[in-house]
Each structure stands twice: as structure tokens, then as C-alpha cells.
């Protein structure tokens, strides 16, 4: 597969285990990208403490979800019966389009297109663009396209597992006003009214979310997440006991998964032949 050239500078090829994967070195920050899943595994600005959060005990094996990062889940979020859970995009291999930097980051154009194997489980043919830039704060930018109409909605999620010093102090504002559906309790969903506090187990979809949150983690600084065209939050910490149910996730209390797009009735109806773009932005609340 024909993949451009990195600029040497400050990106080079690696492999871990089965994973190919992008190490960044620049000026401005330092970070890891997997070709499987087009996914940011690890990105921290010089003299921030991390953004993202990387399970020290995830696997790198071909095929199998790497715990950690931002994978991205498309077209379906959460699990569906007899396929993979969060949809088929983030075990799949995609293409490197470009990669550049420039004074004040880095950038990385990633695509992925429909084929046989993905048709056997979703019949549709789709385009998806992953543009990544990566400096004092990290944007990613997906751009999809259906050729054809397709008689469901799609579901998606930039799941980004965020760095933390103790997820049980940490606490998400602007999620006031959304409705949400508790997946722990499985009740009937509710309005969510001021600052959400995780606590030490959560699991929760929001919908009609606002797409504008900050996460308190104190005492490191706090982050700003801004979306784009993503109706949805989710907000996901395992807890001890789900942490020690699941192989690859070590260290859980350091991390908070606030992750952007669009589930349950948020699902989008994409028009066939029209590009669609959702964007997230991650970064530092500056004091
Ligand atoms: O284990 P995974 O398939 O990566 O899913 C990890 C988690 O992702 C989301 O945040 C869901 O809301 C959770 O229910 C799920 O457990």
C-alpha cells in the first residue's frame, strides 16, 4: 500500500507488536498514532501534563481494539448483536493521505474506504477522512460520505480516553440541559441538571448534549472539549471491578473517557453523495 513520506524531522515508523504506529517528536508536543483505527494513542504538549491516556496493559495485536487513545466508533456506538461492539472501523487498517508539521504542530490525513469484508457486516459502501492536528491542542475531523442511501442511522464516537491524576475527584461541566441515559442503572432516562460528577463508576450517554464541556482535574490544568456536529456525550470510567473484568486496562483510576458524537435517537441520517463533518477539539482551559 502506497503511504507518503513522513517528514523525518519529527515522525518516523515504528512497530509495536502487530501495530504499526506514527511516533511524533516535535517541538510543540510529543505523541503516538496507530495505522489500525487511524487512532491517537498518546499525545502530550510540551510541559502540560498528558492529554491522552494510554492503558499500560493494552494489547497490540492486529484486529483487536487498542485500549487507549481516541478510536473512533462508526457507524454504529455500543454494542450490536453478533458484530463488533462500537462499530468496524477501529480495528481496520487505514491509509495515511499526508502528514506534515509546520512551527506549531503537526498534521495527518487518514482515509479508509468500504470493502468485501466490512460489506459481510454492514452492507453499505462508505469514505472516511480522519484529519488529525496535533499541537498545544489536538483537533480531529472526520468527514464521511455514503455513495448510496442507506435505511438506517449512523452512530459514531470520538472515544477519548482522557488523562487524569484521580478520576474520583474529577467533574464535567456543560452537560446541564442534555437528557441522560444511565447505562448502569438502565433507567428511564433523565435531565441532567449542573456539573456531572463520575464518581467511581459511570456509565452514561447524553443526548442533545451541548457539545461544549470541561473537564476538572485538578490539580492539573483543566481541559476544554468543543464538538462540532456531535449531539451526543458519553462519559465512561470502568470502576475497579469493571477495570479488573477486562485484560488490557491497568491503571483505570488515571483516566476519564469523555467522548464526543452522536448515539441512541442523536443517530445521523446521512444524505447519499454529501460529505458530512464532525469535529472535536481538545485542550488546555488556560488560567
Ligand atoms: O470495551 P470497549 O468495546 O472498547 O468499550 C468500552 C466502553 O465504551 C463506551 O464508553 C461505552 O459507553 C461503554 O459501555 C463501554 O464499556
Same mark, same amino acid.
Given at each position: &500500500?502506497?503511504?507518503?513520506?513522513?517528514?523525518?524531522?519529527?515522525?518516523?515508523?515504528?512497530?509495536?507488536?502487530?501495530?504499526?504506529?506514527?511516533?511524533?517528536?516535535?517541538? %510543540?508536543?510529543?505523541?503516538?498514532?496507530?495505522?489500525?483505527?487511524?487512532?491517537?494513542?498518546?499525545?502530550?504538549?510540551?510541559?502540560?501534563?498528558?492529554?491522552?491516556?494510554?492503558?499500560?496493559?493494552?494489547? =497490540?495485536?492486529?484486529?483487536?481494539?487498542?485500549?487507549?487513545?481516541?478510536?473512533?466508533?462508526?457507524?454504529? =456506538?455500543?454494542?450490536?448483536?453478533?458484530?463488533?461492539?462500537?462499530?468496524?472501523?477501529?480495528?481496520?487498517?487505514?491509509?495515511?493521505?499526508?502528514?506534515?508539521?509546520?512551527?506549531?504542530?503537526?498534521?495527518?490525513?487518514?482515509?479508509?474506504? +468500504?470493502?468485501?469484508?466490512?460489506?459481510?457486516?454492514?452492507?453499505?459502501? =462508505?469514505?472516511?477522512?480522519?484529519?488529525?492536528?496535533?499541537?498545544? +491542542?489536538?483537533?480531529?475531523?472526520?468527514?464521511?460520505?455514503?455513495?448510496?442511501?442507506?435505511?438506517?442511522?449512523?452512530?459514531?464516537?470520538?472515544?477519548? @480516553?482522557?488523562?487524569?491524576?484521580?478520576?474520583?475527584?474529577?467533574?464535567?461541566? #456543560?452537560?446541564?440541559?442534555?437528557?441522560?441515559?444511565?447505562?448502569?442503572?438502565?433507567?428511564?432516562?433523565?435531565?441532567?441538571?449542573?456539573? =456531572?460528577?463520575?464518581?467511581?463508576?459511570?456509565? +452514561?450517554?447524553?443526548?442533545?448534549?451541548?457539545?461544549? @464541556?470541561?473537564?476538572?482535574?485538578?490539580?492539573?490544568?483543566?481541559?476544554?472539549?468543543?464538538?462540532?456536529?456531535?449531539?451526543?456525550?458519553?462519559?465512561?470510567?470502568?470502576?475497579?471491578? #469493571?477495570?479488573?473484568? &477486562?485484560?488490557?486496562?491497568?491503571?483505570?483510576?488515571?483516566?476519564?473517557? %469523555?467522548?464526543?458524537?452522536?448515539?441512541?435517537?442523536? #443517530?445521523?441520517?446521512?444524505?447519499?453523495?454529501?460529505?458530512?463533518? %464532525?469535529?472535536?477539539?481538545?485542550?488546555?482551559?488556560?488560567?
Amino acid at each position: &500500500m502506497q503511504q507518503p513520506e513522513l517528514p523525518s524531522a519529527v515522525m518516523r515508523w515504528v512497530r509495536r507488536g502487530e501495530i504499526d504506529l506514527i511516533e511524533i517528536d516535535h517541538p %510543540v508536543g510529543r505523541g503516538l498514532v496507530s495505522r489500525q483505527g487511524a487512532q491517537l494513542l498518546d499525545w502530550q504538549a510540551t510541559d502540560q501534563p498528558p492529554l491522552i491516556w494510554l492503558s499500560p496493559a493494552t494489547r =497490540f495485536e492486529a484486529g483487536r481494539p487498542l485500549r487507549g487513545g481516541i478510536p473512533l466508533c462508526w457507524p454504529w =456506538f455500543g454494542p450490536r448483536p453478533g458484530l463488533p461492539a462500537h462499530g468496524l472501523v477501529r480495528q481496520r487498517n487505514w491509509r495515511l493521505e499526508a502528514a506534515s508539521h509546520d512551527p506549531e504542530g503537526c498534521t495527518l490525513r487518514w482515509r479508509l474506504d +468500504s470493502d468485501p469484508e466490512q460489506r459481510a457486516l454492514w452492507p453499505h459502501d =462508505f469514505e472516511l477522512v480522519l484529519t488529525m492536528r496535533l499541537g498545544l +491542542s489536538i483537533k480531529l475531523s472526520l468527514a464521511m460520505r455514503v455513495p448510496n442511501d442507506i435505511d438506517e442511522p449512523v452512530s459514531f464516537a470520538f472515544h477519548s @480516553y482522557l488523562a487524569l491524576p484521580d478520576v474520583r475527584t474529577a467533574t464535567v461541566d #456543560g452537560l446541564s440541559g442534555s437528557i441522560r441515559h444511565d447505562k448502569l442503572s438502565n433507567g428511564a432516562p433523565t435531565a441532567q441538571c449542573g456539573i =456531572f460528577q463520575p464518581g467511581k463508576q459511570c456509565d +452514561s450517554v447524553f443526548t442533545d448534549a451541548s457539545g461544549r @464541556y470541561v473537564l476538572q482535574r485538578a490539580p492539573w490544568p483543566a481541559l476544554r472539549i468543543e464538538a462540532e456536529n456531535c449531539p451526543s456525550a458519553i462519559v465512561w470510567t470502568p470502576g475497579e471491578q #469493571g477495570a479488573a473484568a &477486562m485484560a488490557d486496562m491497568a491503571d483505570w483510576s488515571g483516566m476519564l473517557c %469523555v467522548e464526543t458524537g452522536a448515539a441512541l435517537a442523536d #443517530g445521523l441520517r446521512l444524505q447519499a453523495g454529501q460529505w458530512h463533518r %464532525v469535529v472535536t477539539r481538545i485542550g488546555v482551559v488556560e488560567a
